[in-house]
């Protein structure tokens, strides 16, 4: 039983295209989490959702929008693609936002090339 | 502020010696400490957190508050342990950090024969 799933896993697209990467948990918990990992294996959120609301933006370009349907779910999609793109991007869940003793779980993660 | 250092970016031990990944915070509240391994392309999966107090596949963690440190340390190493080691930090509610972990800039471990 995979907890936290990522489709696509690899995904090669060219430069001003749009894509989405799509998210689902299914360990019932409250708070999802977009990170983005960099060539120089920085690892970096950008978005949380808790029970589909916004919780957190961290300075990441509007060509990124998160959708949260369903506390389940957490899908990015972005837009006009550019180089400075690639990267791993990984969703993540929690049960809450905060709390101690809290843990946040990864998803495999998705390999996202621009040419 | 949360900040997490790891100063090195590359390890090289061999197998069987003493490991030691350095990790520093800065954190005016309450955090905790958290470790993530990542194995070569693979998902990045909770090590240790400091609240625990556990061991886990022989590596432990000591939050030391007063030298603002929680290093990551195995006595002997294993080859298996050769992946990417992040040092995160996740802030309490009350100074709004409790949403985020924080993450070092990672430590890569080579264990060599």
């Known amino acids: 039983d995979t907890a936290v799933s990522q489709t696509p896993k690899y995904l090669v697209t060219q430069m001003g295209n749009d894509k989405s990467i799509k998210c689902e948990q299914n360990l019932g918990h409250d708070t999802m989490y977009w990170y983005k990992q960099d060539s120089k294996k920085f690892l970096k959120i950008m978005f949380s959702?808790?029970?589909?609301?916004?919780?957190i933006n961290e300075t990441v370009p509007n060509r990124f929008s998160p959708k949260s349907p369903d506390k389940a779910h957490l899908n990015l999609h972005i837009n006009s693609l550019e180089l400075g793109d690639s990267a791993v991007y990984f969703c993540?869940?929690?049960?809450?936002?905060?709390?101690?003793?809290?843990?946040?779980?990864f998803g495999e993660g998705s390999w996202l090339t621009v040419v | 502020a949360q900040r997490v250092t790891q100063p090195e970016k590359l390890l090289s031990v061999f197998k069987g010696a003493p490991v030691e990944l350095k990790c520093n915070y800065s954190y005016s509240g309450s955090p905790e400490l958290f470790w993530y391994v990542q194995y070569s392309r693979q998902r990045l999966q909770l090590l240790l957190r400091h609240i625990s107090r556990e061991s886990i596949k022989g590596f432990t963690a000591d939050l030391n508050k007063g030298e603002t440190s929680f290093h990551l340390k195995k006595p002997f190493a294993q080859e298996e342990d050769s992946a990417m080691y992040y040092c995160?930090?996740?802030?309490?509610?009350?100074?709004?950090?409790?949403?985020?972990?924080?993450f070092g800039t990672g430590t890569q471990l080579k264990v060599e024969l």
């Open positions: 959702y808790n029970n589909k609301e916004l919780i």
């Open positions: 995160a930090l996740k802030g309490d509610v009350l100074t709004g950090g409790g949403n985020k972990l924080t």
């Open positions: 993540a869940s929690s049960q809450t936002p905060g709390g101690a003793g809290n843990t946040i779980y």
